[in-house]
């Protein structure tokens, strides 16, 4: 099954650009790179997914790595309505609809 | 409002007694999933369904049963809860069957098996 690693937690001044990794290094030529986001007490919502190109909509960019075994999805400007928990997320196995979510990135944004 | 709503919200129940949780979307949405979260682990899959009376296991799949016999609903069905059980369970559904398509989250139901 594919794997996603990132770091457990991250901390970001209000105001600032954010930078979040994630390693995916068995990823399959042509799976998705999803991320997600889940806010305090709340289930998890969608934030940007792309495959090769790097992408862009209002709430964040996503920047592929050219091998594809690592993406960073970046928040322009972290508010403190983007402290959550960021899951880059893949299919399990290409050809299925198996979900691997792991255990995200508790992102902290300070005042 | 376009929505997936899970029932109960919350449930306590003990070991061994039969208990249904429902999930229900309005988005005419043919994928289907369930996932559990517990500290530590994040977000696990447990079953998920392409479409009406197609369902597959995720990764977490002992102990839950589903079915799919209506395109809105996907009840999670737990024959004989044991406390590992105990969790927050996520319903979620998303149209078609492209992988690029965004999956939308029910509020979830918190599970306690005593």
């Known amino acids: 099954d594919a794997k996603t690693t990132q770091p457990n937690s991250m901390e970001s001044n209000e105001e600032e650009p954010v930078h979040l990794p994630c390693n995916h290094s068995t990823i399959s030529g042509t799976d998705y790179i999803h991320w997600y986001r889940q806010l305090p007490s709340q289930g998890p919502e969608y934030v940007i997914h792309?495959?090769?190109s790097n992408v862009n909509n209002r709430m964040a960019s996503l920047a592929i790595a050219e091998d594809r075994k690592s993406s960073t999805l970046i928040l322009h400007r972290a508010t403190l309505r983007d402290a959550a928990v960021y899951y880059c997320i893949l299919r399990a196995t290409s050809g299925t609809y198996k979900y691997i979510f792991g255990t995200g990135t508790r992102l902290k944004v300070l005042a | 409002e376009a929505q997936v709503t899970q029932n109960p919200r919350y449930l306590i129940t003990v070991t061994g007694k039969k208990l249904t949780v429902t999930c229900s979307q309005n988005?005419?949405?043919?994928?289907m999933s369930w996932y559990r979260q517990d500290p530590g682990l994040g977000l696990r899959q447990i079953y998920y369904?392409?479409?009406?009376?197609?369902?597959d296991k995720g990764d977490v799949p002992e102990g839950y049963k589903v079915s799919r016999k209506e395109k809105r609903n996907f009840p999670l069905i737990l024959e004989s809860p044991s406390p590992n059980q105990t969790s927050l369970y996520f319903c979620?559904?998303?149209?078609?069957?492209?992988?690029?398509?965004?999956?939308?989250f029910g509020p979830g139901t918190r599970l306690t098996v005593l």
């Open positions: 979620a559904s998303k149209i078609g069957q492209g992988e690029y398509n965004e999956q939308f």
């Open positions: 369904s392409m479409n009406v009376e197609v369902t």
């Open positions: 988005m005419n949405h043919e994928y």
């Open positions: 792309g495959l090769t």
